[in-house]
């Protein structure tokens, strides 16, 4: 059976948009709307069904039986492929970056429970994953599969972002000002980017770096988002608190309190610092009275369960 055909790929659908109410955002009298892809499947949620969709059609459609790809212990990326490849029914494969004993950690466990296997590998090597050379081994150590970038970002990952903003545009009345993502890898950011050019071009798009020196990432986006000069865009670089995957003390107590005050789940790796840097905006009138902005929800909430046995959060 072609995905396309399947069950599962006719039920992940578009993602529901909620308006929030918060003191800041009354006072401030902004409009802030969450896009809850975290909502979008159980398994294969938030930016990653995204920036998959298109991969996996275009593997189909290069009869390949196998998908590769790369992350860390914690990937979303990881635990999202190795979702999809389970539902798909390809064969998985994910090289990580760090030691063996990884294998147990709940991102991981559950990822070889949908079949994946695992090839673990020092930083040094993983390091190579975007070298012609080291492709072009692996390539020939498995001939069928279909190589994925860490973080599924690649120009295949645009088309599926960009239906985000396709599906804004029959659900938000009025046009939107500015949206929001936080970026990792840049396909998202890329996406929404496209997206806008194309759909929503008065739209403003922000990516918040969730990792420290993060400007090179302009490179990569400007390469994925053919359309960036024809939309304003901005990857605010400042936010980072720390670098990947450092949670400082006030953006732990700001998740807890915006998860407790809003009932939207949020973790800090991504969702959390995007949400911490959008309300600093908004308290330092960034945007003038009566602005309406999205938030995209990217999911990630898998790695709290990482998180929680690191005591990280
Ligand atoms: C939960 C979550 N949000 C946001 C991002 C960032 O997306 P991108 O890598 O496309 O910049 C990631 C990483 O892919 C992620 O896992």
């Given at each position: ?27 401030k009298a902004i409009q802030l709307s969450i896009k809850r892809d975290d909502l979008l499947h ?128 029959d659900q938000h009345p009025t046009a939107i000002d500015h949206i929001f993502t936080a970026t ?130």
């Amino acid at each position: 059976m072609s995905i396309t055909d399947s069950i599962l790929y006719q039920q992940i659908n578009s993602s529901p948009l909620q308006a929030i109410t918060h003191p800041l955002l009354t006072e401030k009298a902004i409009q802030l709307s969450i896009k809850r892809d975290d909502l979008l499947h159980p398994e294969i949620a938030g930016n990653k069904w995204r920036k998959l969709k298109y991969n996996l059609l275009q593997a189909e459609a290069q009869q390949k039986t196998h998908l590769l790809s790369f992350g860390g212990a914690f990937s979303n990326h990881i635990h999202a492929l190795a979702a999809a490849c389970h539902h798909f029914k390809f064969q998985a494969t994910g090289i990580i970056r760090g030691e063996a004993h990884y294998a147990a950690n709940p991102t991981l466990s559950q990822a070889q429970q949908w079949g994946m296997t695992l090839q673990f590998v020092n930083r040094q090597t993983y390091r190579l994953k975007e070298q012609t050379e080291y492709l072009l081994k692996l390539q020939l150590q498995y001939p069928e599969a279909y190589l994925i970038p860490e973080g599924g970002s690649n120009a295949f990952a645009v088309p599926g972002v960009e239906e985000i903003i396709i599906e804004l545009a029959d659900q938000h009345p009025t046009a939107i000002d500015h949206i929001f993502t936080a970026t990792g890898s840049g396909g998202t950011l890329a996406g929404l980017i496209s997206g806008a050019a194309k759909y929503s071009p008065t739209t403003q798009v922000h990516g918040i770096a969730v990792l420290k020196n993060a400007l090179y990432l302009q490179h990569n986006v400007k390469q994925w988002a053919k359309s960036e000069h024809e939309v304003s865009w901005h990857l605010h670089t400042e936010n980072h608190e720390g670098g990947y995957g450092k949670i400082s003390k006030p953006l732990a107590d700001f998740c807890h309190q915006f998860s407790n005050e809003t009932q939207i789940p949020i973790e800090p790796i991504y969702t959390g610092k995007m949400f911490y840097a959008l309300w600093q905006l908004i308290e330092q009138d960034y945007f003038a009275r009566e602005t309406n902005i999205v938030a995209l929800h990217t999911g990630g909430l898998q790695g709290l369960a990482g998180l929680k046995l690191l005591k990280k959060f």
